[in-house]
C-alpha cells in the first residue's frame, strides 16, 4: 500500500543588517560582532516533500546555485538528521548580504523542531547568519552572531539595489583586518574594506546616491545596497537608471 507524500511549504525571509560594528577576534580566528537586523517580506520558498530526497532550485535566482553537500539546504539536512526532497523558489538574490542561504537552512532547522535556545546556538556552525534566521524578527546580534536579543523597531520600507557583483565575505573580513580594523563613517564597518576588495562597489554607492538623494547603506559584506523609507517612485527612478542592476522593494517583516 503506497502512503500519499506529505508536503509542505515553507517561508524563509531575507534578512538585512542595518548597522555591524566590529568589537574584536576570537581565538579562532572568528570576528565578534554587534549588528542589528531585521527579516525583510522578500523571501524564498521551500517546499518539501518528506517521502524522498533531492535538492532543487527554481525562480528568478536559481541560476548557478550548487545542489550538493556544500549547499546550506544540505548541510542543514545532515545536521537535523532528515531526508527530504526539498525544492527551493529563490526569490532572494544570492551571494548579496541577504543571507539567501541562511534563511534557507533555517527554514529546515524550523520544520525539523530545532528551535530552543541550544539548538540557535548550535546553528551557528552551518553559518553565522543561521542563528538570526532561526529566530526572525528584529534583534540585536553578538558574538559572532549566535547571541541574538530580540528588539522592536518600526516597519520600514527598503528598497535593495543588488549590483552585478560578487563580493567574497572571508575577503572583506581579511582586508579589514589588513586595514587595521576601521570604523566606518556609516552603520557598517565593513564597507571600507568591501570597498577595497570590489572598488566597483563605490561607483555603484556613489550612481545610487545620485538618484536618490541619499547615502546607501552596505548590506554586510555586500555587494547589495540598501536606502530606507524612499518614496514610492524611487524604485523606478532607479530601475531606469540602473538597468544592470536587481531593485527590490520590500519591507521589514514585524
Not at 69 to 84: E, I, M, P, W
Amino acid at each position: 500500500m503506497n502512503v500519499a507524500a506529505h508536503t509542505q511549504q515553507l517561508i524563509a525571509p531575507a534578512k538585512l543588517t542595518l548597522s555591524l560594528r566590529i568589537t574584536g577576534l576570537r581565538s579562532d580566528g572568528f570576528h565578534l560582532i554587534e549588528a542589528i537586523m531585521t527579516t525583510l517580506e522578500l523571501h524564498d520558498v521551500l517546499t518539501i516533500i518528506d517521502d524522498s530526497h533531492g535538492l532543487s532550485f527554481t525562480g528568478p535566482f536559481a541560476e548557478g546555485l550548487k545542489n550538493d553537500a556544500s549547499n546550506l539546504v544540505t548541510r542543514a539536512l545532515t545536521f537535523v538528521q532528515r531526508s527530504a526532497n526539498i525544492v527551493v523558489t529563490k526569490n532572494i538574490p544570492h551571494g548579496g548580504g541577504l543571507g539567501g542561504g541562511s534563511t534557507d537552512a533555517a527554514a529546515i532547522l524550523r520544520w525539523a523542531g530545532r528551535t530552543s535556545p541550544s539548538d540557535v546556538i548550535d546553528s551557528a556552525t552551518l553559518g553565522a547568519d543561521v542563528p538570526f534566521c532561526l529566530v526572525g524578527g528584529q534583534a540585536q546580534v553578538s558574538g559572532i552572531g549566535e547571541i541574538i536579543q530580540p528588539i522592536s523597531l518600526e516597519a520600514q520600507r527598503i528598497t535593495l539595489i543588488v549590483p552585478p557583483l560578487h563580493v567574497s565575505t572571508p575577503k572583506v573580513y581579511q582586508a579589514w583586518d589588513a586595514m587595521g580594523g576601521p570604523r566606518s563613517d556609516g552603520p557598517n564597518d565593513l564597507e571600507p574594506a568591501a570597498i577595497r576588495v570590489e572598488p566597483e562597489l563605490a561607483r555603484w554607492r556613489d550612481r545610487i546616491r545620485e538618484v536618490t538623494g541619499d547615502s546607501p547603506v552596505l548590506a554586510g559584506s555586500g555587494a547589495t545596497w540598501f536606502v530606507a523609507n524612499q518614496l514610492s517612485d524611487q524604485g523606478q527612478a532607479l530601475r531606469e537608471a540602473l538597468p544592470d542592476a536587481y531593485v527590490i522593494e520590500t519591507r521589514t517583516r514585524q
